[in-house]
């Protein structure tokens, strides 16, 4: 079972090395994290897989990464200086600012800021008694917009002229470049671009941990399509996306489709659904898969003048603007459902075991060496195989010799290691009883179980693991 708790993933994090608050020396920053070590590598890997998954293994994609700053009127055209906000209420006693909807939906359960106008929210929030999270009086102010993009000035004079936003999202770097691809790469439709990046959304209240924060990572794809096909490529990319969570260990049973009321979709979808996990605080959100037919691109073309039209290459006659079709993951949420759904808390003999039940495709560590203790001939013998597999296949190896091997196990368990070799006085022909002469014990971190390899078998052993 998962994590049934924030807090002992939090600690875990902290202690192990995986995320870190940030600022930590100067009191910190609230809702912001750093990846550590280990957190780095995990973020790393995930990414990885995600683009070979998406990108290296289909014909139909290509890749970009485009900058996180653009033209202001980018953020005019698609709609998000003028629309882009949440219901923001204000305490009148402590003057503390929440989200309306949210505090809505933690009391009611359900997703009320589909079908509540503006001005329905602060009524609603009296009459369900929903008092201020951080003074506990019952006194909100009318619920306003408040607009999430951060704003900057590009140059030395802080003026209107100079007003750039820091972009909430990858999206539009993409439609921006479909010329450029276009032209350069020769793609036919359909085809798909992605793209990894950071967004930046001035979030009201951010919470539990990093899942809602104010900057954060995105793995998204636009998806180009032919007007009248948007269905099958739909159900194509939540298939996809469902077997990429799934292969990956996310459990079945804790996730979930939701498909948004009409109500309730953003101003460019016509199809929005949500697969949602279930987070230790409730159902939230992981990844969104929408419809956004050719908003953008009409958008584009009407602000910026220029032809966004794709000509078929076989009827030159056919000329039209693509629909899109947009699977957009949370990077940083989706490292964080990983993490939960590998906290594993177990009995081992008299003792509780925590280990991280990453699956192997993500783990931060290939491999721990680990000598048996810290006799000189023993950590030089496991320092030359640390060398020998890293150069014989590029595995992520950790080396340790601090502490009893008992600990050293568990301190790999709470990584999630999934292999630890262990050089032992069997491996220098010291000591029959513990395993022939140039040979190691292998330990699986799922199973507990060892086995005994010959050092010449080992780099085809750990390949084919």
């Known amino acids: 079972m998962p994590a049934a708790s924030l807090d002992q993933l939090v600690s875990l994090c902290k202690r192990r ?204 794809i636009e998806y180009f399509i032919e007007p009248g096909t948007s269905e099958k490529f739909f159900d194509e990319w939540n298939e996809a996306v469902w077997k990429w969570y799934t292969d990956l260990g996310i459990g079945k049973d804790r996730l979930r489709v939701r498909e948004h009321d009409k109500d309730e979709l953003s101003h460019y979808s016509s199809r929005t659904i949500d697969i949602e996990y279930k987070f230790p605080w409730g159902w939230g959100e992981l990844f969104g898969l929408a419809n956004r037919g050719d908003f953008d691109f009409s958008q584009h073309q009407k602000f910026s003048g220029q032809d966004l039209a794709y000509t078929d290459p076989d009827d030159p006659k056919k000329k039209f603007l693509p629909h899109v079709i947009e699977p957009s993951f949370g990077c940083d949420r989706s490292i964080l459902t990983f993490m939960l759904e590998a906290y594993t808390e177990e009995k081992v003999k008299d003792e509780t075991r925590v280990v991280m039940k990453l699956s192997p495709e993500i783990a931060p560590v290939d491999i721990a060496i680990l000598p048996l203790s810290k006799k000189e001939h023993l950590v030089a013998k496991a320092q030359e195989l640390y060398k020998k597999i890293i150069h014989e296949t590029g595995l992520v190896c950790d080396f340790d010799v601090t502490g009893s091997i008992g600990k050293r196990y568990r301190r790999q368990d709470e990584i999630g290691t999934p292999r630890c070799i262990t050089v032992d006085f069997g491996t220098l022909g010291e000591d029959i009883a513990q395993g022939e002469r140039d040979t190691v014990t292998i330990r699986d971190r799922d199973t507990l179980g060892q086995e005994r390899v010959h050092i010449h078998q080992l780099t085809t052993h750990v390949h084919r693991r």
């Open 17 to 220: 090395g995986f995320v870190f608050p940030g600022s930590e020396i100067y009191g910190g920053l609230a809702n912001t994290w750093d990846y550590g070590p280990l957190g780095v590598e995990l973020k790393n890997r995930v990414k990885n897989h995600w683009w070979k998954t998406f990108v290296h293994r289909r014909a139909d994609m290509v890749g970009l990464d485009s900058s996180i700053l653009m033209n202001r009127k980018v953020w005019e055209a698609s709609g998000h200086i003028s629309s882009f906000a949440d219901a923001e209420v204000e305490c009148k006693h402590c003057h503390q600012r929440f989200r309306g909807d949210k505090l809505l939906e933690e009391k009611l359960g359900t997703e009320p800021a589909a079908v509540l106008k503006l001005d329905q929210i602060q009524p609603m929030l009296m009459t369900e008694k929903i008092c201020c999270l951080n003074c506990g009086k019952l006194q909100w102010t009318d619920a306003r917009k408040f607009n999430l993009m951060f704003k900057t000035h590009q140059g030395v004079v802080e003026e209107e002229a100079a007003l750039v936003y820091m972009r909430p999202e990858t999206a539009q770097g993409i439609f921006v470049n479909f010329r450029n691809i276009l032209d350069t790469m020769r793609m036919r439709l359909p085809f798909g671009v992605a793209q990894i990046g950071k967004a930046f959304r001035n979030e009201i209240t951010p919470g539990n941990f990093t899942f809602r924060t104010r900057e954060f990572e995105q793995m998204e």
